[in-house]
Every structure is written in C-alpha cells, then in structure tokens.
C-alpha cells in the first residue's frame, strides 16, 4: 500500500510538471499581494489587477509634462495600479499615442487579462517577446521601463480603451505599467 501511495504521488508531480512546462511561460491565475519578497505598499508586490482601465468620458487632458505620478508613500512617479485596482495615470498624456496605422502589425492572438501571466524572455524596451510574440514599448512610456527585468519580470495584457493600436502592459512586480505595441 505505501509503494502504491509513493508511486500516485510521484506520477502526480511528472504530470504536474509536464502541465507546466507545456503553458511555455503562460501562468494562470492572479498572484497573491506579495512577491519576490517585496512588501505590499499598495502598488507591485505581485498584485494582479482583475481589469484594466475603464473609459474616460472626460477630454484627454493632454500633455503634462513633469507631471509626477507619485501619489503615496512607496509608490512609483510612473503611471501604476494600487492594490485596489485603481489605475493612475490612465487619465493624462493621452494625445500623445497616436498611431497613423493603429495595428499596422495586426491584433496580439494571445489572452489578456489576470489569468494570463506571461514571462518576460528577452529583449529591452524597443522590441521584447515571450512565447514567441514581439512588442515595443510606446515612445512616451520609455522613461516608466527603468527597473523591468526583461528576461524575468511577469507581465499581464490589457486592452487600452482609449488608444487604439496599444495595449497596456502590467508589471505586478513593480506595479507600473506602459502602452505597448504588437510587433508580431
């Protein structure tokens, strides 16, 4: 009985393993508040936010430049989510991400969303990939990548709803996040 019992337990743990690497970096499901050992300030720490922005129905308030982000104690000056899903930021600079040929590239195939956690494999800000998908960061938002580890940080797709041709890129480590183009 207690062979049998070692034997389930050890093919439990290769199918486990097999399942995760076939998610090729895909993670699914929201983190918890803390990660990498990080404390929860309110921003990063491993949180996941459930939804992206929502709409504005109020006129782009246009460019604010040295407009500081930093809104509390320990959070960043870079557009960021608070842990009660509040995107910050969200609301400014909207005119500046025009794009000529909004998904010149076509659409990103992949899922979006807090149950889509994928890993960062390579790259810098101009052209990063992982699961085999390449983006760029939005010119404007190169100043809010400073600290993104491009060959390990988790990152989370959403839709923007007001820039069409963008996406906006999550960094539950850091909390903050950029527009972001699909490259292919």
Request: glycine share 16%; proline share 9%.
């Amino acid at each position: 009985m207690k062979r049998l019992s070692l034997l389930l337990v050890g093919l439990l743990c290769v199918t486990g393993i097999s399942a995760l690497a076939q998610h090729g970096g895909e993670h699914e499901g929201a983190r918890g508040s803390e990660q990498h050992g990080e404390p929860n300030r309110g921003v990063g720490g491993g949180y996941i936010p459930q939804h992206g922005p929502e709409p504005h129905n109020t006129a782009p308030r246009g460019d604010a430049p040295g407009r500081n982000f930093r809104d509390g104690g320990g959070h960043p000056d870079a557009p960021h989510v608070h842990s009660d899903g509040q995107w910050v930021g969200h609301d400014v600079n909207r005119g500046r991400y025009h794009l000529d040929h909004p998904w010149e590239h076509g659409h990103f195939p992949g899922a979006f969303g807090p149950n889509h956690v994928y890993r960062l494999a390579g790259g810098g800000p101009s052209r990063f990939f992982f699961n085999g998908f390449y983006f760029a960061v939005a010119q404007p938002d190169l100043v809010y990548v400073n600290g993104w580890l491009w060959n390990s940080d988790d990152l989370i797709l959403y839709d923007d709803p007001e820039d069409p041709g963008y996406y906006l890129a999550y960094n539950p480590r850091t909390g903050t996040y950029v527009h972001v183009i699909y490259l292919g």
